[in-house]
């Protein structure tokens, strides 16, 4: 008596399926990675639609370390820095200009594109995605995960309205 195929039918729907749970998250995760043409994108609308004056919130966590906030204001060419302990502000005086231009937007944008080079450069395939504002290109998100170590840094920017 001839035994039915059945089985292998169960086996192979078993096989696709398995295929396909492990194609999802991967082709999702490479579409989600930041490339320099969207870093470049974001700050052309930024350079057509940033506004000269401007307040930032930004967050910002390395590894699995606490996540320290920043309030950033931008007038002109002067740029102010505070450090958010508690319910305090720390002014961060000591800062050099170049390192409080670091916290502005165009600041990040080099950050992100410093990043995007060293990962090219060391050749290393890096877990690092971005997201953008819509309005002006402002950087809202950003996860840079090293592969092989536990290096991870998040940044959450939040745009203010001035005075807050």
Do not use: C
């Not at 059945?6 to 999802?24: P, Q």
């Not at 490479?30 to 639609?49: D, G, I, Y």
């Not at 000269?52 to 590894?63: G, H, K, V």
């Not at 395939?125 to 402002?138: C, E, L, M, P």
Request: no cysteine.
């Amino acid at each position: 008596m001839p035994r039915s195929p059945r089985w292998a039918w169960y086996f192979g729907v078993l096989l696709v399926l398995g295929v396909i749970a492990v194609a999802v998250p991967l082709v999702y995760n490479l579409k989600a990675q930041l490339t320099p043409e969207q870093l470049e994108a974001a700050r052309a609308l930024w350079k057509e639609n940033g506004p000269a004056d401007y307040e930032l919130l930004y967050q910002e966590r390395i590894d699995a370390g606490p996540v320290e906030t920043f309030r950033v204001e931008v007038r002109r060419d002067k740029v102010s820095v505070w450090r958010r302990e508690g319910g305090k502000e720390k002014n961060l005086e000591e800062l050099t200009p170049s390192q409080r231009q670091a916290y502005t937007v165009p600041g990040l944008f080099e950050r992100m594109e410093r990043f995007l080079e060293e990962d090219r450069a060391a050749s290393r395939r890096n877990y690092v995605t971005a997201a953008f504002d819509a309005k002006d290109g402002h950087p809202v998100r950003y996860v840079r995960r090293v592969s092989g170590t536990q290096e991870r840094l998040e940044w959450v920017v939040e745009m203010l309205q001035p005075g807050k």
